[in-house]
C-alpha cells in the first residue's frame, strides 16, 4: 500500500449478464484528496462507486478502502455516504433518524454540528421523513453521510433535486471537510463543479477510465479552443469561415464563437482585417469541452 493511499482499485472488472459495466479498472485515492468520478451516463461511475462502498463485489480484480474490504466493520465506521437515493424510517422526525445514525458510530459527531454541516433548519428537525422536499432530503442524506465523522466521504450525484443557493452552501461545505483532512469522491454531471471543486478528474467512458488528472491537466489535451467577441452587424459570418485555423463558427448569445486549433492565428488575422471587434475572448477550453472531445474520441477508436 503507498503511502496515505486511502483508496485502491487494481484491474477492477464487474459484469451484469452478459454486459461488463467496468473494465478492468485501476486508480488509487490518497488522503485529503478531492476527486470527481465523471462520464456518460451508463460509463460505469455509479457501479465503480458501489464497489468502493462493498455495496457491489467486484467480479475480478480487488478494491481497497484503508487498506480493508469495503464490507469490513473498520471501514464501514470510517466511511460516510450520500447516494442518489436516500430511504430512511418515514415515520421518526429528522431529528430522530439523525440521533438513531450517530447511535450506529463509537465516535459520531455532534448532533448540534451535524445540524450545522447539513443547515437542516429547526422547523424540518421536527419534520417526519415522509414530508421532507427533495432539497430537504438531500440535506438530510448529507447529515446521515456525515454522523460518524468519517475520513472517506462518497457523494453520487450530491446536488441533484438542490436549488443554486443550496448547491453553492453544499460545496463551501465540501471545501471546509477538505481543510479538515477529509478524502472525499463525488460523481457529478454539473461539470462546473467538478471544474470548481475537484482537485482530480478520473473520467470514465464505456466501463474504462479514459482519462485521469486535474481539471487543468485534462483541459490542456483539448485541440479545439475557442476566440469570441461581441456580434456587429459589420462582421461577415461567412467570411470568417474561410479563414486559416478555423474549425467552425457560430453565434451564441448576441457573441459570434470560433473553434480552432490555433488561438493565436486567429487573432492575427482578425486584426489584419482591420475589423472592428468588441470584447475578444480567448477561452483555452472548459471542462465540458474536454469531456465531450476525450469521449468522442473513444467513441471514433
Known amino acids: 500500500m503507498v503511502l496515505n493511499e486511502i483508496i485502491c482499485l487494481k484491474d477492477v472488472t464487474k459484469t451484469f449478464k452478459d454486459k461488463k459495466a467496468v473494465d478492468g479498472v485501476s486508480f ?6 478531492v476527486a470527481a468520478i465523471l462520464g456518460p451516463n451508463g460509463a460505469g461511475k455509479t457501479t465503480t462507486l458501489s464497489m468502493m462502498l462493498g455495496l457491489l463485489q467486484p467480479s475480478s480484480g480487488t478494491v481497497k478502502v ?11 465506521e470510517k466511511i460516510g455516504a450520500m ?5 430512511v424510517i418515514d415515520a421518526l422526525t429528522v431529528k430522530e433518524v439523525i440521533q438513531l445514525f450517530r447511535s450506529y458510530y463509537p465516535e459520531p459527531l455532534s ?29 438530510l442524506s448529507f447529515a446521515l453521510a456525515m454522523a460518524g465523522d468519517p475520513e472517506v466521504l462518497f457523494f453520487d450525484e450530491p446536488t ?19 481543510n479538515r483532512g477529509k478524502t472525499i469522491i463525488f460523481t457529478t454531471h454539473y461539470l462546473q463543479e467538478a471544474d470548481d471543486t475537484a482537485e482530480r478528474i478520473i473520467l470514465f467512458h464505456n466501463g474504462r477510465l479514459i482519462e485521469d488528472g486535474s481539471p487543468a491537466e485534462i483541459k490542456a489535451k483539448l485541440t479545439r479552443k475557442s476566440v469570441s467577441f ?11 469561415e474561410n479563414l486559416p485555423h478555423i474549425q467552425k463558427v457560430s453565434v451564441k448569445g448576441g457573441r459570434v464563437h470560433i473553434e480552432t486549433d490555433d488561438t493565436d492565428a486567429v487573432l492575427s488575422s482578425l486584426y489584419k482585417l482591420n475589423g472592428y471587434w ?5 477561452d483555452s477550453g472548459r471542462l465540458e469541452d474536454a469531456f465531450e472531445q476525450l469521449t468522442e474520441e473513444k467513441e471514433a477508436v
Open 28 to 33: 488509487s485515492i490518497r488522503q485529503g484528496e
Open 66 to 76: 484503508l487498506g480493508e474490504n469495503p464490507n469490513s466493520r473498520k471501514v464501514r
Open 111 to 139: 448532533f448540534e454540528e451535524l445540524v450545522n454541516l447539513s443547515g437542516l433548519k429547526e422547523d424540518e428537525l421536527k419534520k417526519r421523513a415522509e414530508k421532507l422536499s427533495g432539497g430537504q432530503k438531500r440535506r
Open 160 to 178: 441533484v433535486g438542490m436549488d443554486i443557493h443550496s448547491r453553492k452552501i453544499f460545496w463551501q461545505t465540501v471545501h471546509l471537510l477538505k
Open 230 to 240: 461581441r456580434k456587429t452587424e459589420a462582421i461577415n459570418i461567412k467570411g470568417l
Open 278 to 282: 468588441k470584447d475578444i475572448q480567448v
Open 83 to 87: 447516494l442518489q437515493e436516500v430511504s
